[in-house]
């Protein structure tokens, strides 16, 4: 701890040879490409795991090694992979790690060490979880929800051997890991900005991974409590969530225990971590909308408040996942007015990003089309989000592929547009050349066309009454023949969309040798982290100096200056 | 590494206005050190670790079908021939909010830089935690072999009544060891002469912070198990 709060003397932890400069490094770029590469690693594998899923539904019994223990099993992967250790990790571990320094002129993160502890745990997390695949009996299959009684008992695939286990000890570890990043994160905001960086001069994605953060850090507890008593249940057999449970006519040893509570554990951490996702992506979005629309960003000041207003909301919505669950319905009710009054705060923004648009010098760039994208993809996720907030329409549409279609628009295919919107970004900043603007549009086009082709249709599938989670829809006289036919052409669209990621891989691995160059600033943009000493920045970020901050990081087409932006460090009397 | 900044109360009046200056500030909201705000902040978070496990234990205690064990007949001390209730755990009580004082006063004297002392309280501090982990292995030991409670059940009343002791006095014991193994680090580089060189001693308080958390959390974990 032997940092001075005099923000310029802080020494800086030197690289020792390759080891410690790429591996076991304590530099937040460093780790905060590690974090990027795990996760897109794991994240390829849940995908993997959905296109699994899909052939399953699309062409029944084709593939005989997906029974329907199997297919359980790839429905909790994919869904556990994607939520946490894809899009948490690489929104806050990834973007959180490179951007926060660089963004607000620091020389690091305020505890370089214990970021790295961060990524080793989210390492160890990833290990654990993979390791579940070659447990006897596999992973878990209970659902990414994990509900118990069904989760803990034999029948469910994993619940007999070791998989369950290994799938809560993996999320346990993992909120060790983001609570070491997220302290990191939390304090390097709030104090260790450079001079004239204010709060209200943040960039916009600063304030969203920071209340990212926070959400996590109170939401995260929750499941690992849930998490730890799941375990003692199963391990231990006590009853925190076990009911008095009779199998074949035979007492179970449990009883007592309420299942619901789990739910509620669950969902206190389940809902804010929806926006643990979604507000670093309305932060990418809010960068890129304002640097490649040439325009700054309207209303900065109520973008900030309704983002403050989303965080705190997200805590008191939680239960309108269990409106089927038993609760009281007066609890029904009250959740439905606070899911309902959390869209004015997001409305506020999504307006604010249009307005961004009305009357900007657009470029067509490829983050560009990312962003209009995400912004007609939100929007139609959110639309549906209404019918579901309410539990008069929720109730007959719970459990029903209408619920995944909304929520896949809404935090599976909206965060991954801002996500890939971003890495087009970001990329130069990193590697200090261009990604291949032909590929990338190619890429954009059939992620965007094909996503809408796979999820569309099963908002259809869902006002049908066909249920999620269903291993096979053939056996039901009310499911019609078109759902099967609509679910083959579901699942050739998914293989194409799946196919197509890897044009961004081949883009990623090519570009770094052959890309064009970049130079330093190639979007023209305001923000700290192009104007860094080197390009792409080096240890340390910055000169002796730290830079100093005079604007807002939105200063496009500044009346009397000659180029179409000014950044940051820029003062009033240097305009050119 | 001297604290060579202005004083802050000379900055910004104490008052709302201060609280919106520091918050509109640049540079850093509040006039502290990181490892202090981290710290803050990472309490907040441990907070809501504890809410979850003792909001959990109240609604299963609420929910459950059998009756609760009578926690002042499981609770209570055989001495001198009579059961006393309570015995045991207010002493144990007792120890950890006098360690909770003596922590107080090596942060005092830590701030004037009194080296030997500030040493020997934190030590008194550890101690403390020392003699209540103890005394509660004691507890566990005498509910477990002597009264024959299980994590999954117990011949008092609901099965819970073991998994939530266990689990939640077991988590609050650990803090307490990480804090006794802490705060002897924070003893041992005191005396070593270490924050002298550095002239910052705010490590104490830091430390500080952490053990009167986990007085604060014991208080509800007292009035939450042995008086409800």
Known sequence: ??????????????????????????????????????????????????????????????????????????????????????????????????????????????????????????????????????????????????????????????????????MLASLAVFIIAFTMGGLNYITTVLQSRTRGMTLMRMPLIIWCIFLATFLGLLAFPALLVGAIMLIFDRVLETSFFMPEIFKGGEVLDYGGGSPVLFQHLFWFFGHPEVYIIALPAFGIISELISCHARKNIFGYNMMVWALIAIAGIAFIVWAHHMYVAGMNPYLGFFFATTTLIIAIPTAIKVYNWVITLWNANIRMTVPMLYCLAFLITFLIGGLTGLFLGNVAVDVPLSDTYFVVGHFHMVMAVSPVLALYGGLYHWYPSVTGRMLDDRLGKIHFWITFIGTYLVYFPMHYIGFLGVPRRYYSNDQYDFIPQSVNDLNQFITICALIVGAAQFILLYNFVVSIYKGKKAGSNPWGACTLEWQALESPPGHGNWDVQLPVVHRWPYDYGLPGATADFVPQNVADEDIT | MSNNHVSHADLVPDNLKGLVADWSSDVQAFKVRWSKAMMWIFLVSDTFIFGSFLSAYMAVRLTTIEPWPNTSEVFALHVGGSDIPLLLIAIMTFILISSSGTMAMAVTSGYKKQRVKTGVLILLTALGGVGFVGMQMFEWSKLIFEEGIRPWGNEFGADQFGGFFFMITGFHGLHVSIGVVYLTTIAVRVLQGRYDRLDDYQIVEVAGLYWHFVDLVWIFIFAFFYLW
């Not at chain 1, 591996?23 to 770029?29: C, R």
């Not at chain 1, 029944?60 to 939520?83: K, W």
Request: glycine share 12%; net charge negative.
């Open chain 1, 1 to 166: 701890m032997e940092q001075s709060s005099a923000y310029e003397g802080q020494p800086l932890h030197e690289p020792k040879g390759w080891w410690g400069r790429y591996v076991f490094s304590q530099d937040h770029k460093v780790i905060g490409l590690q974090y990027t590469c795990i996760a897109l690693a794991i994240g390829l594998t849940g995908m993997f795991l959905s296109l699994l899923m899909r052939m399953q539904l699309g062409f029944p019994g084709l593939f005989e090694s997906i029974d329907a223990g199997s297919y359980y099993q790839d429905v909790t992967m994919h869904g556990m992979i994607m939520v946490i250790y894809l899009l948490t990790a690489l929104f806050l571990g990834g973007f959180g790690n490179y951007l926060i320094p660089l963004m607000l002129g620091s020389r690091d993160m305020a505890f370089p060490f214990v970021n790295m502890l961060s990524f080793w745990f989210y390492l160890l997390s990833v290990l654990i979880l993979v390791a579940s695949f070659f447990v006897e009996s596999g992973p878990t299959g209970a659902g990414w929800t994990l509900y118990p009684p069904q989760s803990i008992l034999e029948g469910t695939p994993g619940a007999d051997g070791a998989g369950i286990i290994l």
